[in-house]
């Protein structure tokens, strides 16, 4: 019993490290779960275990799946020949949740940043070159945050594809400073259906 209170001190810090939470909420949380074993508690602990074990990440999108490819890569009715640019998994499921575009997916893994030292290499940009040749491609809608970061990952993705493929942004409803993953559907919706050439 003595190794109990540094096993909770430990889940403490862990769940404080989640985005959201800070050490006040991270003990809230942990002594709620704990009140709550049974409820709470033992079935978040087999979850977390069942997504530490089978969740990877897409090879061809970078989406987050239990296979090698996920389900959207592997759906023959997404195959449009549109693929959605967006810079992380949490704006793919944002995008999805929207329940608009019915395209394929291409998670960037991040946007360019001069102050964080992260360069084209650093980001899932070749990948989407070989796709848009690959696949077929016939439109590229750029998704990406209305920020200084996304913006330019944009310009330089719309560089490096050329005039090989249109290559659209999303428009009206997406304000500057606005993150998709905290917007809600209609705007999304809004924004996709009124894209233009970038």
């Known amino acids: 019993m003595a190794d109990a209170p540094k096993d909770i001190e430990t ?15 991270a003990r809230r949380a942990v002594l709620h779960l704990i009140k709550k074993r049974g409820l709470l508690l033992m079935p978040l602990a087999d979850a977390m275990h069942a997504v ?5 990440e897409c090879l061809r999108c970078g989406n987050v ?77 750029l998704a990406l945050n209305a920020t200084i970061d996304g913006q330019t990952t944009a310009h330089y993705i719309a560089e490096q594809l050329g005039d090989r493929v249109r290559v659209t942004s999303l428009a ?12 809600d559907d209609g705007t999304i919706s809004a924004a996709l259906r009124a894209r233009k050439a970038f």
């Not at 889940?11 to 909420?25: D, F, N, T, V, Y």
């Not at 992380?88 to 991040?110: I, Q």
């Open 52 to 56: 530490a074990t089978t969740a990877r």
């Open 65 to 141: 799946g239990t296979a090698d490819l996920c389900d959207i890569c592997t759906s023959e009715k997404r195959a449009t020949g549109e693929i959605c640019v967006v810079e992380d998994v949490a704006d793919l499921w944002a995008m999805e949740r929207a329940a608009v575009f019915k395209g394929r997916y291409h998670v960037l893994g991040g946007t360019l940043s001069a102050l964080d030292a992260i360069g084209p290499e650093d980001l899932r940009i070749p990948q989407l070159v070989t796709r848009v040749a690959d696949e077929g491609i016939t439109e590229v809608i």
């Open 11 to 25: 889940l403490i810090e862990m769940m404080a490290k989640l985005p959201g939470l800070g050490p006040r909420s």
């Open 172 to 183: 009206q409803g997406v304000p500057i400073g606005g993150e998709l993953d905290y917007l």
